[in-house]
């Protein structure tokens, strides 16, 4: 099993609309959690970290269930610039990889 | 910007042979993270660098070695290239935290190795 699995999508969502997506963890000991961004041919850029009781920053939401190991992301009143890969990504405890999601690409039309 | 810088960008090799890349990390961090991201995949963990020593390693076979140097810039070389080794290259540089944990990672724009 992967330590780290996303729905690739893609999702493809009208400009104002709102697009929400998972990914789980396999290693239930991770204790931290981040989103980040990587647009076509870019490198990853950290969009948040994910903490226990969920948090926000403008537009995205995202959240984490513990029990059930997984995070979510929500974007709303999506932009054409949200259009990208959104890379979930787990730290476990004293380890100092970070383990990647494959992505979920969102594209956002006119 | 995050200040990282790597070079080449992009480059073209045969099996066979052997590469290196190089990495600038941003000002002030300590620590240097080499990741192999293969087209439509999640970057994956080769090994990272602190204080000039490989801190940890993730499931890249010896072929794959590196250096850290004094002012935390860092080589990744990977000898006796093999088609699979095509791929975007990604130097990340952090901050070990306290908890032993790695803070946020401030990535490159990567190096892209095509082996043909």
């Known amino acids: 099993r992967k330590e780290v699995e996303q729905d690739p999508g893609p999702f493809n969502v009208p400009e104002g609309a709102t697009v929400a997506f998972n990914c789980t963890y396999s290693n239930s000991a991770s204790q931290s959690f981040f989103w980040y961004r990587q647009d076509c041919r870019k490198e990853p850029k950290l969009l948040m970290s994910v903490y226990s009781s969920g948090n926000e920053d403008g537009r995205f939401t995202a959240q984490l269930n513990r029990a059930s190991q997984y995070i979510s992301l929500l974007i709303r009143d999506s932009k054409l610039s949200d259009s990208a890969t959104y890379l979930c990504v787990v730290n476990a405890p004293n380890d100092y990889k970070l383990s990647f999601g494959a992505g979920t690409t969102v594209t956002v039309r006119a | 910007e995050t200040g990282v810088t790597q070079s080449p960008t992009h480059l073209i090799k045969t099996r066979g042979q052997q590469v290196t890349l190089r990495c600038s990390s941003q000002s002030g961090h300590n620590t240097v993270s080499w990741y192999q991201q293969a087209l439509g995949q999640g970057p994956q963990f080769i090994f990272q660098?602190?204080?000039?020593?490989?801190?940890g390693r993730g499931n890249f076979p010896p072929r794959f070695s590196g250096l850290q140097f004094p002012n935390y810039s860092s080589e990744l070389n990977v000898n006796a290239l093999e088609l699979d080794d095509s791929a975007l290259y990604l130097c990340?540089?952090?901050?070990?935290?306290?908890?032993?944990?790695?803070?946020?990672?401030?990535f490159g724009e990567g190096s892209r190795l095509t082996v043909l």
């Open positions: 660098y602190y204080r000039e020593e490989e801190n």
């Open positions: 990340a540089s952090s901050l070990v935290m306290t908890s032993g944990n790695t803070g946020e990672l401030f």
